[in-house]
C-alpha cells in the first residue's frame, strides 16, 4: 500500500522545485536500498502533478485517490507480479500504451519497479522509450542497485539516489576542488544537457559504437571555451573513477582514464579540442 508519509523528504523537495519550475526529467532512475520509500515518492510525484486541493499533494482529492489506489488511468506501474524477473513482454506494451495521449492529465506516468530484474532484452526494448518518449510522459525506474541497470538505460535517466551521505551541494565542491573558480562555474551554468550528452559519449565508448566520434564532433563544437573543455574532461575523468569501484566495470574505468591522461598530455601540447575527443573515441574502436 502507498504511504506518502514514507518518501524521501530531500528528494521530494528537489522534486517538488523542479515541477514548479517545469522542469521535470522525462526520465528518472530512483536509487535506494528502501525500494518502497522510492516507490512512494514516485506516486508522490504523480499525486503532486495531478493533485486538485489546495496544498499538493494532499491525498484526499479525486485524483489523489485514483493514484494511491492504482486506479488512475495515466499512472502505470510495471512489477514483477511474484516473477524472477521483468520480462519484454511486459515492457513491449509500454510503446503503444504511452504513444496515447493522457485520459485525465497533460502528462502521463510510469513506474517500473526493481529495474535491475529487467532481462537484457526488456532493457534494450526499454532503451527506445525513454530515447524518443511519444507522448509527454515522466518515466521512474527504481531499484536497490545502480550497478545493476544497463549502462545505456542508466545513462538516458536523471539519478537520484536516496542513500544517505548525498551531498546538497557536491556538484560545486568537485569543481572548487578541480580547480574551477567561482567565476567558471557561474560561466558553466546549468550543464544538465551537456551532462548527458558527456553521460552519452561515454557509454558510446564503452561499447565500442560508431556514434561515439559523432558525439566527440558534437561535444567539440559545442565547448567553445577553455572551462567547457575542462568541464567535459572532469565529467569523462569522474565516471571512469565510478567504474573504478564496480568489479564488473574496472577494467573499463582503467583504460579510460589511462586514455584520458594521454588527452591532458595532448593538451598540454596545444592539440585542438576535437582532435582530442577523436582520438579518445578511437581507442576504443581498435
Known amino acids: 500500500m502507498v504511504d506518502l508519509k514514507n518518501i524521501g523528504q530531500k528528494q521530494a523537495t528537489f522534486l517538488r522545485e523542479a515541477y514548479r519550475k517545469k522542469q521535470l526529467a522525462h526520465s528518472y532512475l530512483f536509487v535506494d536500498k528502501d525500494e518502497t520509500r522510492a516507490l512512494n515518492t514516485a506516486y508522490w510525484l504523480a499525486c503532486l502533478f495531478n493533485c486538485t486541493g489546495e496544498k499538493k499533494p494532499d491525498s ?27 520480462s519484454i513482454d511486459q515492457i513491449r506494451p509500454l510503446k503503444e500504451e504511452l504513444a496515447k495521449s493522457s ?3 497533460t502528462c502521463r506516468f510510469f513506474f517500473i519497479n526493481e529495474a535491475q530484474k529487467l532481462t537484457l532484452p526488456a532493457a534494450n526494448a526499454l532503451l527506445n522509450l525513454l530515447e524518443e518518449p511519444i507522448a509527454p510522459v515522466v518515466s ?55 551532462d548527458q550528452e558527456v553521460k552519452y559519449f561515454y557509454q558510446e565508448m564503452l561499447e565500442r ?13 559545442e565547448a567553445k571555451t577553455v572551462t567547457y573543455q575542462h568541464y567535459i574532461l572532469l565529467r569523462l575523468k569522474i565516471m571512469a573513477q565510478q567504474d573504478l569501484q564496480s568489479e564488473s566495470r574496472r577494467l573499463a574505468g582503467t583504460r579510460m582514464l589511462k586514455w584520458l591522461m594521454e588527452v591532458d598530455k595532448m593538451r598540454f601540447s596545444n592539440v585542438n579540442f576535437r582532435n582530442s575527443l577523436d582520438y579518445l573515441a578511437l581507442q576504443w574502436k581498435r
Open 60 to 86: 484526499t482529492c479525486r485524483n489523489c485517490k485514483q493514484i494511491l489506489s492504482g486506479n488512475h488511468p495515466d499512472v502505470l506501474l510495471v512489477q514483477t507480479e511474484g516473477k524472477q524477473t521483468l
Open 103 to 105: 485520459v485525465e492529465s
Open 140 to 194: 521512474i525506474l527504481i531499484t536497490n542497485n545502480a550497478d545493476q541497470i544497463l549502462p545505456t538505460v542508466r545513462s538516458r535517466t536523471q539519478i537520484i539516489n536516496f542513500n544517505e551521505g548525498e551531498e546538497v551541494h557536491g556538484k560545486t565542491a568537485i569543481l572548487l576542488d578541480n580547480g574551477f573558480t567561482n567565476e567558471e562555474i557561474e560561466e558553466l551554468g546549468d550543464t544538465t544537457k551537456l
Open 209 to 221: 559504437s560508431s556514434l561515439a566520434l559523432v558525439s566527440a564532433h558534437k561535444l567539440a563544437d
